[in-house]
């Protein structure tokens, strides 16, 4: 895992240049790893903005991976549900060409980081579960197994879609 006072931030990139503030956001995330409640909360919505823009993602965002899966394992408490969707989506946009090869000083981590998703939520499986964390939890369950379109397909479900679903009503989906 890139330690995240290791100068080679500075190097990566994410949507908006170089990644040297991103150590300093993974350490605002550990402070308060529960539900933010708000999409747009720092530092979620600059992590997400910066490292998952538009379906686009980063070398930055492949080391920040491990960092995140680490926190919300680690953490006592119930997290926000970005800590399994976050690196979810990084992973579905890898897999769909969205973004470039993982570096090699980064890969290992990031693939432990992603096998790990499994035993995180795990970890989690007794908190109090709204819709978003249940969503977000089974698409990164997804993609710890390696079912990329089946986590996609997760991560797109919505109320009107899952009405849907429900009542067999697959017509032209909007």
């Known amino acids: 895992m890139l330690e995240l006072d290791d100068p080679r931030w500075s ?23 529960g539900p933010a409640g708000d999409h747009e909360k720092e530092p979620w919505f600059t992590l997400w903005s ?3 823009h538009q379906g686009d993602v980063f070398d930055a965002s492949y080391a920040a991976v491990p960092h995140i899966v680490k926190i919300a394992f680690s953490a006592m408490e119930p997290v926000d549900f970005s800590f399994f969707q ?23 981590a990031y693939t432990q980081a992603l096998s790990r998703l499994n035993e995180c939520v795990a970890v989690h ?6 819709e978003p964390m249940l969503l ?3 698409s ?10 089946v986590a996609e397909a997760i991560m797109n479900l919505d109320d009107d879609l899952i009405g849907r679903i429900v009542d067999l009503n697959l017509g032209e989906v909007e």
């Open 11 to 33: 190097t990566l990139t994410h949507a908006y240049g170089s990644a040297a503030d991103t150590p300093e956001l993974i350490r605002q995330l550990a402070h308060a790893p």
């Open 86 to 108: 976050l690196p979810a989506a990084i992973e579905i946009a890898r897999n769909n060409g969205r973004g470039p090869q993982v570096p090699a000083h980064t890969d290992t």
């Open 50 to 52: 910066s490292l998952c």
């Open 136 to 138: 977000s939890a089974l």
């Open 125 to 130: 499986r007794h908190e109090d579960w709204d």
């Open 140 to 149: 990164a369950q997804a993609v710890a197994k390696g079912h990329h379109r």
